[in-house]
């Protein structure tokens, strides 16, 4: 099957560019920091996302465009399979971040190294940005921090306030660029 690795521009993304992309994912395991060290624990969930929730995606990811950020998607012929996004809003100590916003690869196509090609976009976005650091505030399920961790992703020397306190349960990671 051909892929097709490409930046989108804000009139591409629409709610029906996600009319067959499939956000499933069985959660079994998760992930959790606590009294200075991280433990996995049992959490059974499964995560779906709403035609609500499609329609916020959509108009976050056009901000990201809107204001200088990149959206990658990710083609099998014209059927968007995955996407990420990397915002251009720059922040840490020394505006050495920017942030990772979004990678998704849709359910029946995990497993064939997209994710790893969209991380590649990412990077190659944040470089563009003049970041020092790719930011990651990632989903603290077993198998997501496996895929960070092996692409090199640690734990962030500096967390962003902001992103802890909106989604407390998550990991915060970063990539050197």
Do not use: N
């Amino acid at each position: 099957m051909k892929l097709s690795y490409q930046i989108l521009s804000k009139s591409q993304i629409t709610r029906a560019l996600f009319r067959s992309f499939d956000r499933h994912q069985v959660v079994t395991k998760c992930w959790k920091k606590g009294e200075g060290s991280w433990s996995l624990e049992e959490k059974f969930y499964v995560e779906e996302w709403s035609d609500a929730q499609y329609e916020f995606l959509v108009k976050c990811l056009q901000h990201t465009v809107d204001t200088g950020g990149f959206v990658f998607g990710v083609f099998a012929k014209e059927r968007l399979i995955g996407f990420a996004s990397v915002e251009s809003h720059h922040f840490g100590s020394r505006e050495q971040y920017v942030q990772l916003s979004c990678i998704h690869v849709s359910c029946e196509s995990r497993g064939w190294g997209l994710g790893r090609g969209l991380f590649q976009c990412a990077v190659k976005g944040a470089r563009r940005l003049g970041a020092e650091k790719l930011y990651i505030s990632a989903h603290p399920a077993q198998e997501t921090q496996a895929f960070y961790h092996a692409l090199g992703c640690v734990e962030a020397e500096e967390y962003h306030k902001e992103l802890v306190e909106s989604e407390p349960d998550e990991c915060q990671l970063e990539y050197v660029l």
